[in-house]
């Protein structure tokens, strides 16, 4: 009998002993304390065969979304900037036209081009550079971003470039590519500080940035623009980096960068008195609140692809630019 208790005894030590281990398991896994999934590993945000995939499946949500003029239908497969202008865009249409797109023509991309970088953590991302066939002979840059296991592939950035500006990037043995910290201070523009930046240039020029048709033109039309007979023009310019809008960059071959960020606008134009604002298109007036009589106040959200050399080389360059009117104010 000493005996059987004894092995009893054991029996329920060891039970104990397994419970507790358990218990400890669930405890530290709820508390985030074990690392699952890999993400602490530096792993490539996603295979080739998945990158091809998210597009396949991006690209059909986009179509449908347009030919029905509804928002609903992709809004799984866009998110920051591009989802912010989309869903704008599908919205002044079905008012337009409640019964779909009458001009919908399906967007078709080919020649895809991923490149995937190796990172640790959350969000994960990846490039695809394609060609479309919109846009004349101009790349589709589209920013693929997953928040987490589980989720969703979904485009935060797109932007139109020429082919030729399209850079080379550095990568290992495997073809990965390689991430860059948002804080990096070894460009002319740290990624994170490149939204800020480009409002303020905007805003008063400077050196931070190279001439070109969305820098010194843009600014060139602005001046241009700003006061005409019986209309005044201001504008205001805002970083955007949080949360979606977050700037995402990849190394270059020649140690600069491919970041891509975005910007929030707006435009206010205003009739002197005895004039008018001139009468915006349908598109505008969809996306109007209020009743246009001396003033209309436009709301844009921009994303921008930029070349950030390395400290010391030149001035970043902006490569393209997609911007769309999210609102608008009558008054």
């Known amino acids: ?112 081009k991923f490149t995937i970088p190796k990172k640790a953590g959350w969000p994960r991302w990846f490039l695809a550079d394609a060609h479309g066939n919109k846009g004349g002979d101009a790349r589709w840059l589209l920013v693929f971003v997953r928040t987490g296991p589980g989720e969703p592939w979904r485009v935060a950035y797109l932007t139109l470039v020429a082919p030729g500006d399209v850079p080379k990037f550095r990568t290992d043995r495997g073809g990965w590519a390689e991430a860059v910290p948002a804080d990096s201070s070894r460009f002319a523009v740290a990624p994170r500080d490149l939204s800020r930046a480009y409002a303020a240039y905007l805003q008063k020029g400077g050196k931070d940035f190279a001439p070109g048709p969305h820098t010194s033109g843009w600014r060139q039309l602005r001046e241009k623009n700003a006061a005409k007979p019986g209309l005044a023009t201001q504008y205001i310019d805002e970083p955007l980096t949080t949360g979606a809008y977050a700037p995402l960059a990849l190394r270059t071959a020649d140690g600069g960068a491919l970041v891509f960020f975005t910007t929030h606008h707006f435009q206010k134009q205003t009739a002197a008195r005895g004039a008018s604002v001139p009468t915006p298109n349908q598109d505008v007036l969809a996306l109007t609140k209020g009743e246009i009589k001396q003033s209309l106040t436009m709301e844009f959200v921009s994303n921008e692809v930029a070349l950030d050399p390395a400290k010391g080389t030149g001035g970043v360059a902006v490569l393209g630019r997609v911007q769309g009117l999210t609102t608008a104010q009558g008054e």
Do not use: W
């Not at 400890?24 to 890999?38: D, E, K, N, Q």
């Not at 602490?40 to 499946?57: D, G, Y």
């Open 1 to 112: 009998m000493s005996r059987d208790r004894s092995r009893s005894r054991l029996r329920r030590r060891d039970r104990n002993a397994l419970t507790a281990a358990a218990l400890t398991a669930l405890s530290l896994t709820v508390s985030g304390c074990v690392v699952v999934h890999g993400e602490r590993e530096v792993l490539p945000a996603a295979t080739r065969a998945e990158a091809a995939q998210a597009l396949r499946q991006f690209t059909a949500a986009y179509n449908r979304a347009d030919k029905a003029y509804d928002s609903s239908l992709d809004a799984g497969r866009v998110t920051g900037a591009l989802g912010a202008i989309d869903a704008a865009r599908l919205r002044a249409g079905h008012k337009n036209h409640p019964g779909g797109n009458p001009n919908h023509t399906p967007l078709k991309l080919t020649d895809a």
